[in-house]
């Protein structure tokens, strides 16, 4: 069975065959050409940066290496964390009277870290101290009004 419609290619001559094919053997080579070209750029431009990174490290490494902070024991605060006492105010003034334990996990959740063996014990005699902090019922603490 033989197809009834024609190609474009059927209805080209053979030299108008020829002369798309040169002209696209053209395109091809020019496009390859300017590949090449954008290639030999981008190399140039690594070779670039490449030198400047190296030049960096070296006066980098010329300089002494920044000081490293020292590990702060768990018992001593870090600068600019807010003190214990001040911790329970905020956090009383907030959620109103707490007991204990609820004060203990507040405490824990803001990211306080203690050395001490009975936290618990700890706060109870924080609270004792801190002004404007008064008992409300044996265990369960409030701000002072």
């Keep these: 069975m033989q197809k009834q419609g024609k190609t474009a290619l059927d209805r080209l001559s053979l030299s108008e065959i020829e002369s ?9 080579q020019a496009e390859k050409a300017n590949l090449k070209r954008k290639r030999q750029r981008l190399q140039n431009e690594l ?4 030198e400047r990174l190296s030049s ?3 006066i980098c490494q010329e300089q002494k290496p920044a000081p490293r902070p ?3 024991s768990k018992g001593k605060r870090m600068p600019g964390q ?6 329970i105010l905020g956090i009383l003034k907030r959620r109103g009277p707490l007991g204990i334990s609820d004060i203990k996990k507040s405490v824990l ?6 050395a001490s063996k009975d936290l618990s ?6 609270l004792g101290g801190i002004k404007g902090i008064k008992r409300v019922s044996p265990g369960v603490y409030g ?3």
Excluded at 121 to 126: A, D, S, V
């Design 121 to 126: 014990q700890g706060i109870r005699n924080k």
């Design 20 to 28: 798309y094919l040169k002209a696209k053997k053209r395109q091809n």
């Design 56 to 58: 960096f490290g070296a």
């Design 47 to 50: 070779k670039e940066v490449e």
């Design 143 to 145: 701000i002072a009004k």
């Design 109 to 114: 959740n803001r990211g306080y870290r203690s």
């Design 70 to 72: 020292k590990p702060v």
């Design 82 to 87: 807010p003190t214990l006492a001040e911790l």
